[in-house]
């Protein structure tokens, strides 16, 4: 796992989308001022969840967790619904 998020979207990326969407939709009625803030919320969570990979990254680095097993969980969480519904499995 790597935090210099090779994939994510540049500051100035984000701004060029952000505004793309807006001009695309019939009803543009924010004002300039809208739209920075929207983006400035949207950056806020971004950070926020770089901030979660980086804590998540640190937490596996120091050994905690492991590898998802996928099917495991498929198998648990269908065993949890047959059971709820009441069937058997």
């Given at each position: 796992m790597s935090t210099d998020f090779p994939l994510m979207p540049t500051d100035a990326q984000l701004l060029h989308d952000y505004?793309?969407?807006?001009?695309?939709?019939?009803?543009?009625?924010?004002?300039?001022?809208?739209?920075?803030?929207?983006?400035?919320?949207?950056?806020?969570?971004?950070?926020?969840?770089?901030?979660?990979?980086?804590?998540?990254?640190?937490?596996?680095?120091?050994?905690?967790?492991?590898?998802?097993?996928?099917e495991a969980l498929l198998e648990r969480v269908q065993r949890r619904f047959a059971a709820e519904r009441g069937e058997a499995t």
């Open positions: 505004l793309g969407r807006q001009l695309q939709e019939e009803n543009v009625t924010g004002t300039a001022a809208d739209v920075l803030a929207d983006l400035e919320s949207y950056s806020r969570q971004l950070e926020r969840l770089r901030s979660l990979v980086r804590e998540a990254e640190a937490s596996w680095n120091q050994g905690h967790g492991r590898v998802l097993d996928v």
